[in-house]
């Protein structure tokens, strides 16, 4: 990833981790928000595990569908949907 990119994600990130304190949402429901077309508030997250690489990962279910999701600090984050 360019060093460019980098910053950027590291940017998103904090601004992440401070609207959450601002806000009831957690980091997990933003993340999905960000990724998927549904509101924070729409979101129901479970199966929330933190890695000791710190890298994170949540179910997220909102709208009828269930996504895989996960983050790792300064690198990356994604959702998929899951076929049920």
């Known amino acids: 990833m360019k060093l460019f990119e980098k910053k950027h994600l590291a940017l998103l990130i904090m601004i ?3 609207s959450a304190c601002l806000t009831d949402t957690t980091i997990p429901e933003q993340i999905t928000s960000l ?3 549904c509101k924070t508030e729409e979101i129901q997250i479970s199966e929330e595990v933190i890695e000791l690489s710190g890298e994170q990962s949540w179910t997220a279910k909102c709208k009828g ?3 895989t999701c996960s983050y790792l600090a300064e690198s990356d984050m994604a959702c998929y949907e899951l076929n049920e």
């Open 65 to 67: 569908k269930t996504y």
């Open 16 to 18: 992440l981790s401070l």
């Open 35 to 37: 990724n998927v077309d």
